[in-house]
């Protein structure tokens, strides 16, 4: 059984930084695409940032909205998927999930594409 479990959510002031973590386990190939999402009230699900997971890749894909400003990373020893977020902004407050998904999901981060899903962990960014 697939499961993910995100934490390291909370609240922040404008400008300041957070780090999520995934837990990720029951999903044990090497070649697959983990990523990181968000949903704002009222507002449908972002992509956020993707990483392929196997070896010998590294490439990773970011949302024009967090290039330069987010970083995501994956500690394969640990299962643990990470999200550095720096310089946060109000526009950044929004339920924050990771997911799992085939290699080929990475390049477009399109919700439809992620069959697994972690419950979520809230981030809020105030002025």
């Known amino acids: 059984q697939v499961q993910l479990v995100e934490s390291g959510g909370g609240s922040v002031q404008a400008g300041g930084s957070l780090r999520l973590s995934c837990a990720v386990s029951?999903?044990?190939?090497?070649?697959?695409?983990v990523a990181w999402f968000r949903q704002a009230p009222g507002k449908e699900r972002e992509g956020v940032a993707s990483?392929?997971?196997?070896?010998?890749?590294?490439?990773?894909y970011y949302a024009d909205s967090v290039k330069g400003r987010f970083t995501i990373s994956r500690d394969n020893a640990k299962n643990t998927l990470y999200l550095d977020m720096n310089s946060l902004k109000p526009e950044d407050t929004a339920r924050y999930y990771c997911?799992?998904?085939?290699?080929?999901?990475?390049?477009?981060?399109?919700?439809?594409?992620?069959?697994?899903w972690g419950e979520g962990t809230q981030v809020t960014v105030s002025t």
């Open positions: 029951g999903y044990t190939s090497n070649n697959n695409c």
């Open positions: 997911a799992a998904a085939p290699i080929y999901a990475c390049t477009f981060l399109r919700t439809a594409d992620f069959r697994y």
């Open positions: 990483i392929y997971t196997g070896g010998g890749y590294g490439n990773t």
